[in-house]
């Protein structure tokens, strides 16, 4: 039995209970989980509780970031939101791909009729006006909104590749290799610091999951939907934002703030913590088609892990190359760290972040020095094979030459 390195993992101990046992709503594997403490569900008080020190004035003197956008442009980007437009659908409602007038691709989230029945305008624009005000390279870029009545429209910037999830999946045939999978977490990891150190108030994904990761062309990463962010606490240790409704994802759902309603970075550390499993095991957080106790991927990983056998945890689509198996221990000590079940345990974002960078290091040294050796076997067998094809031409023109000799001989 693998004795669990006390650096990054000393606090992981997997639940006992299963997640169904939580009072988790769930529609899809979506969850939502109301607050008994908190107001009535939906009442101005609530809507209104995340944002009560963080006022719409405090954006006033900001330079505008978040654009408006006409109904009409919308619709005409999306050759009025035609099916062959569509992208794809969430919680929030239907994606489509659209181009505005300017030339931008850009992709549009028109939001079901009831997704903000419950949310106030006023919230939906502070929201909008401080995301828009973000930017980083790894986070999908929110450009601005549309509202009119029930209709609210936010349009963000087109990434062309797909989500992660489905590049994991296998959906576009082609295999994410290790050293692209440790550039993705790697890509997620600055992102949430970015996000985490933001001005002097974090501000909280609370979505983390492989379908939020899109990819572009050169697979660079960028983190998606901002929808449930929320300003967070301030930096001060120990600072906690109450929530009034948990959200999140079954599977990525941080147990503590399930229990507590603190939300807190070190919840997107956890869902980190999940996601980055998700990576190197090619496995969803949970799949209910496997048997029972492999049902819940970090569970199941965790044990493999302290049985000593943790290569098997690698996805099978991956080469079990030594370089790959150099690094996959750290990759989960990493991992589960990261989903620690109390935020204590688990490393910040930045911290996270530069042990994956450490261990994508030490991966090239050991690939390169993979690449060479294959590279010099492939000479080797190259320089052999033409010693081989010389030496048979040179017997075959050896023979020809005898043979034509005689030839003359006997004219
Ligand atoms: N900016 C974008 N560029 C390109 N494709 C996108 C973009 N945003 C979303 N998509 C595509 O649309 C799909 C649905 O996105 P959406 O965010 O609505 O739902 P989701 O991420 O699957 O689930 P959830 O509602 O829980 O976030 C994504 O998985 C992605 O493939
Ligand atoms: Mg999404």
């Not at 910037?157 to 992660?164: A, D, I, T």
């Not at 969803?284 to 049902?295: A, G």
């Not at 490393?347 to 690939?367: F, G």
Request: glycine share 6%; charged share 25%.
């Amino acid at each position: 039995m693998r004795k669990v390195s006390t650096m990054m993992c000393t606090c992981f101990a997997p639940r006992t209970t299963d997640q169904d046992d939580n009072p988790v709503g769930h529609r899809g594997n979506k969850v939502y989980v109301q607050d008994v403490s908190g107001t009535e569900p939906g009442s101005i008080h609530n809507s209104l509780r995340g944002f009560s020190s963080y006022s719409s004035q405090d954006y006033e003197a900001k330079p505008a970031g978040a654009e408006t956008f006409a109904i009409a442009d919308l619709a005409r980007a999306t050759n009025n939101f035609s099916p062959s437009n569509k992208i794809g659908q969430g919680g929030f409602g239907m994606v489509y791909k659209g181009r505005l007038r300017d030339g931008r691709l850009v992709a549009i989230k028109r939001g079901k009729k009831d997704a903000f029945e419950q949310r106030l305008s006023v919230e939906f624009h502070t929201e909008v006006e401080m995301l828009s005000q973000v930017d980083h390279l790894n986070l999908v870029k929110l450009l601005g909104y549309m509202e009119d009545g029930t209709e609210r429209i936010l349009v963000v910037e087109y990434v062309s590749n797909g989500n992660l999830g489905e590049h994991l999946d296998g959906t576009y045939g082609k295999v994410l290799d290790m050293s692209t999978r440790l550039d993705i977490a790697i890509d997620v990891a600055h992102a949430l610091t970015y996000l985490h150190l933001y001005a002097d108030r974090p501000i909280i994904h609370r979505d983390i999951k492989s379908s939020n990761i899109l990819l572009t062309d050169t697979y660079r990463a960028k983190v998606a939907d901002f929808g449930f962010s929320r300003v967070g606490p301030s930096t001060d240790v120990g600072a906690t934002h109450v929530s009034t409704q948990v959200k999140g994802t079954a599977g990525y759902l941080d147990p503590e703030y399930l229990n507590t309603f603190q939300l807190n970075t070190k919840s997107d550390v956890y869902s980190f913590g999940i996601l980055l499993i998700e990576i190197f095991t090619g496995r969803r957080p949970i799949e209910l088609k496997r048997p029972s106790d492999e049902r819940v991927t970090v569970r199941w990983s965790f044990r493999k892990f302290v049985e000593g056998k943790v290569a098997d945890i690698l996805d099978s689509k991956l080469e079990r190359t030594p370089s790959a198996l150099s690094i996959i221990e750290r990759l989960a000590e990493l991992a589960f760290a990261c989903s620690a079940p109390t935020k204590g345990d688990r490393p910040s974002m930045k911290k996270a972040a530069e042990v994956l960078w450490e261990i994508r290091k030490d991966y090239l040294v050991e690939h390169q020095k993979e690449v060479k050796l294959k590279a010099e076997r492939a000479d080797s067998i190259r320089v052999e094979s033409a010693r081989s094809e010389m030496s048979a031409d040179s017997h075959a023109s050896l023979h020809q030459t005898s043979h034509r000799r005689r030839h003359w001989s006997l004219s």
